[in-house]
């Protein structure tokens, strides 16, 4: 279903050591204090309360550390950003099952960019407030811009293009990549390891 802009409640996001301090509220303040061009960027203990969980990477149980655990995403009224933590690290990921639906509280201690997206990439002090959420998607109306980036969408379209792997060249299962077109705009890039899809299929994605 289609959802308005602002969704979610706010998120408090406090700076709570350190020289410099974020003084608005929320995961848009996070994502502005964000450089465009960053490698993994040390943050001051910035503290975020009442995100909400509204995507993971899948569970399995054949790792110490799932892949949930590691990769999530959580959004708030002003945004949403992906968190992609060092599962090799000891205590760097949530001492709690993370889903999807779940408020949580937790400190950054850095942040980073890849591929031009920005991402939380470390974090201690985790803490699970609440379950059982509602999460809204977003079903595009006009064209996705980069302030939907992480955004938890629904588009359905056709994908165009030969898709050619798109990975690094030594990747030994490599993702490949579509062009989506939604009905607005520019269509969306379209990445999958997925062997049932092909040019001028018919695709339905929902995600981050």
């Given at each position: 279903?289609?959802a308005p802009?602002?969704i979610y409640?706010k998120?408090n996001?406090?700076?709570t050591m350190g020289?410099?301090?974020?003084s608005?509220?929320?995961?848009g303040?996070?994502?502005?204090?964000?450089?465009?061009?960053?490698?993994?960027?040390?943050?001051?203990?910035?503290?975020?309360?009442?995100a909400?969980?509204?995507?993971?990477?899948?569970y399995?149980?054949?790792f110490?550390?799932?892949?949930?655990q590691?990769?999530?995403?959580?959004?708030?009224a002003d945004?949403?950003?992906?968190?992609f933590?060092?599962?090799r690290?000891?205590?760097?990921?949530?001492v709690?099952q993370?889903?999807?639906g779940?408020?949580i509280?937790f400190?950054?201690?850095?942040?980073?960019?890849?591929?031009?997206?920005p991402?939380?990439?470390?974090?201690?002090?985790?803490?699970?407030?609440?379950?059982?959420?509602?999460?809204?998607?977003?079903?595009?109306d006009?064209?996705?811009t980069?302030?939907?980036v992480?955004?938890?969408?629904?588009i359905?379209?056709?994908?165009?293009?030969?898709?050619?792997?798109?990975d690094r060249?030594?990747?030994?299962n490599?993702?490949?990549?579509?062009?989506?077109d939604y009905?607005?705009?520019?269509?969306?890039l379209?990445?999958?390891?997925?062997?049932?899809?092909?040019t001028?299929?018919?695709?339905?994605?929902?995600?981050?």
């Amino acid at each position: 279903m289609a959802a308005p802009a602002k969704i979610y409640p706010k998120t408090n996001v406090i700076c709570t050591m350190g020289p410099k301090c974020w003084s608005e509220e929320g995961i848009g303040a996070l994502l502005d204090a964000i450089p465009e061009e960053a490698e993994e960027l040390p943050v001051d203990n910035l503290q975020i309360t009442g995100a909400l969980v509204i995507a993971t990477n899948y569970y399995t149980d054949r790792f110490d550390v799932p892949p949930n655990q590691s990769r999530f995403w959580i959004a708030d009224a002003d945004g949403a950003i992906e968190l992609f933590l060092n599962y090799r690290e000891e205590n760097a990921t949530p001492v709690f099952q993370v889903r999807t639906g779940q408020k949580i509280n937790f400190t950054v201690t850095a942040v980073t960019r890849y591929n031009g997206k920005p991402q939380i990439a470390a974090a201690t002090g985790w803490e699970l407030v609440d379950a059982g959420n509602d999460v809204y998607m977003f079903e595009p109306d006009r064209e996705l811009t980069s302030a939907d980036v992480h955004r938890l969408v629904r588009i359905t379209g056709t994908l165009s293009g030969d898709g050619a792997p798109c990975d690094r060249p030594d990747a030994e299962n490599p993702n490949r990549c579509w062009d989506l077109d939604y009905g607005f705009g520019q269509p969306a890039l379209f990445r999958t390891k997925s062997t049932f899809v092909s040019t001028g299929g018919c695709v339905t994605y929902v995600g981050p």
